[in-house]
């Protein structure tokens, strides 16, 4: 059972947007700044799309953006591309005791 | 981009042991936290823990007795090289097991990530 928890899957068409959310608790994304998102698609290795709750690595679409509110956490992607397919995980620190916490994972399907 | 070497595919028995490489630039090894994480086939992310090079400490999830004696994470100065040592093997442990790296001041930010490694526990 994965301390974070996302729907299973999410689906949209070209063109629209998407929010994924990711529920956690007061003792991680409630009380820390460090929550990430990774895109895997099948095979691959993940990827990094937003960390630190709201930032964009260089070379990653603006079309990933990410928030919070609470003890939740958002990734919304805009303008779904086809190539926007694939799996996506959050995780966040969650203090010197468990360190990490992650999502049991979301799969995008764009129709 | 720093890159993550690991070593390549296993095959091992039940109730043996493994140990997977990640090999670093000496900069980032300098620099830097590690992680491990495993993909059970299917399944979605699992982190095992991490290590810390610059201050020789490494850091478990509070999981079950068995589970931390079956993982051990090292580091290796010399060789700039991180190492996951797993015991006791059983079916459930086949999986992907990447190494990571995380960005300074920013933990749980993994990034790079190593190209994976397959381990297949099969009699």
């Known amino acids: 059972q994965s301390a974070l928890t996302q729907p299973a899957s999410v689906s949209g068409s070209p063109g629209q947007t998407i929010t994924i959310s990711c529920i956690g608790t007061s003792d991680d994304i409630g009380a820390y700044h460090h929550v990430s998102w990774y895109q895997q698609h099948p095979g691959k290795i993940p990827k990094v799309v937003i960390f630190e709750v709201t930032n964009r690595p260089s070379g990653v679409s603006s079309r990933f953006s990410g928030s919070k509110s609470g003890n939740t956490a958002f990734l919304t992607i805009s303008g779904l591309q086809v190539d926007d397919e694939a799996d996506y995980y959050c995780c966040s620190y969650a203090g010197s005791r468990v360190f990490v916490a992650l999502g049991g994972g979301t799969k995008v399907t764009v129709l | 981009q720093d890159l993550l070497v690991q070593s390549g595919a296993e095959v091992k028995r039940p109730g043996s042991s493994v140990t997977v490489s990640c090999k670093a630039s000496?900069?980032?090894?300098?620099?830097?936290?590690f992680s491990w994480l495993r993909q059970a086939p299917g399944q979605g992310l699992e982190w095992l823990g991490g290590?810390?090079?610059?201050?020789?400490?490494?850091?478990?999830?509070p999981t079950s007795g068995d589970f931390r004696a079956k993982v051990t994470i090292t580091a290796d100065e010399s060789s700039a090289t991180v190492y996951l040592a797993l015991s006791s093997l059983t079916e459930d442990d086949t999986a992907v097991y990447y190494c990571?790296?995380?960005?300074?001041?920013?933990?749980?930010?993994?990034?790079?990530w190593g190209q994976g490694t397959l381990v297949t526990v099969s009699s």
């Open positions: 990571a790296s995380e960005r300074a001041g920013s933990p749980t930010t993994f990034d790079p």
């Open positions: 000496r900069e980032s090894f300098s620099n830097c936290a």
């Open positions: 290590v810390v090079p610059i201050y020789n400490r490494t850091n478990y999830p």
